[in-house]
């Protein structure tokens, strides 16, 4: 028994050497991968056309209704309409010299945010190769946003790269299912026409700042804590010392400085909303949203992709970061709670901006 007990000591050393030398062997070729301009060469743009999988869905179900015999004669129709639609399209193709034209083309985009705005950098990339053949005017973005909102810096450049679309000509249509709130809201307001469901949330255009205080703690235990700037507004506000009212003041002058530069964002790109009513810290279900202008329509995601099918071809695009050696042996713990607790956290509260 004590044999036993010993080897397994042992074999768990071993184990746990390897996969400490494996993280490290994997940091240093991530390291060793990083282009010269600092970003990583770690990931793929993905492109799925939508019409095919909606044409897939439809189809499928109609074979399970059908008869075997039903099916023959349905499958022998489906064969001829498809050789007449590639008849129709080799008769519709311009004389030689004559530029081919192409039809209007719908790029879908995702952003699930959390409360640093992580998907950003996935967004830009995205962004960037839609830029690079969409054509202004003729072609649309649709980007289907989930967030309760998060730090001011991060979700600024969110909406920011959402703005490239806007300042190319495109027209962008904003979709969200289930929550677009503070800093959430922030990026669907760029969007030329904003669609929600029924039920989900919008608004809380506010700002908060919460932070605990550890100094009477400290004190009664007789721990002396300093804090040394330069600068008379360096640090308004500390968790370890002693707070002054001056200090407070400040605080709360510059969230109320960055609670109006939020206003005049949405005010600039939503100019029929009265933003004295709204910018509130306040949250609305769909339909009340649409009541206050805070969205155009009431509909679903999936219902506006569908219909778009029949007018243009849809296609997602997404940049999908390959995952690491650590990530895939589950050591991205820190990441994962963050995100489970963030999840929680929304699920009983609205975030607004931090």
């Known amino acids: 028994m004590e044999f036993l007990t010993e080897y397994g000591l042992f074999l768990a050393k071993v184990v746990t050497f390897v996969i400490a030398a494996v993280v490290v062997v994997s940091i240093i070729i991530a390291a060793t991968h990083k282009d010269k301009d600092g970003e990583d060469d770690d990931g793929e743009l993905q492109i799925r056309k939508l019409n095919d999988k909606y044409r897939k869905l439809r189809e499928s179900i109609q074979a399970r209704l059908m008869t075997e015999q039903e099916l023959k004669a349905w499958g022998k129709a489906k064969k001829k309409k498809e050789k007449a639609e590639k008849k129709a399209e080799k008769a519709k193709k311009p004389d030689a010299g004559e530029p081919e034209a192409t039809p209007a083309r719908l790029f879908v985009l995702d952003f699930d945010g959390d409360i640093k705005a992580s998907d950003t950098d996935p967004l830009r990339r995205a962004i960037s190769a839609v830029l690079s053949v969409a054509e202004p005017g003729k072609d649309e973005v649709v980007i289907r946003l989930e967030s309760g909102g998060g730090l001011v810096h991060s979700y600024g450049l969110a909406a920011a790269q959402l703005d490239r679309i ?136 999936d219902e506006y ?24 042996l589950g050591l991205a713990t820190s990441a994962a709670l963050e995100h489970t607790v963030w999840k929680v956290l929304s699920a009983f509260r609205n975030q607004n901006i931090q």
């Open 166 to 301: 806007r300042g190319k000509g495109i027209h962008l249509t904003a979709c969200v299912d289930k929550v677009a709130a503070s800093g959430g809201y922030m990026m669907a307001c760029v969007a030329d026409r904003i669609i929600a469901s029924p039920f989900a949330i919008l608004g809380s255009i506010g700002v908060v700042a919460q932070l605990p205080n550890f100094h009477r703690l400290l004190k009664k235990n007789d721990v002396d804590f300093e804090i040394l700037t330069a600068g008379e507004h360096k640090r308004t506000m500390t968790i370890f010392g002693e707070n002054t009212d001056k200090g407070r003041q400040k605080f709360l002058s510059d969230l109320e400085d960055t609670h109006d530069l939020f206003k005049d964002y949405v005010s600039e790109r939503r100019p029929e909303l009265d933003i004295a009513a709204v910018a509130t810290g306040d949250i609305w279900f769909g339909k009340r949203a649409l009541d206050v202008k805070l969205i155009d329509e009431i509909k679903t995601s």
């Open 305 to 328: 992709l569908i219909e778009a099918c029949e007018r243009a071809d849809v296609v997602s695009v997404s940049f999908e970061r390959k995952k690491t050696l650590p990530e895939k």
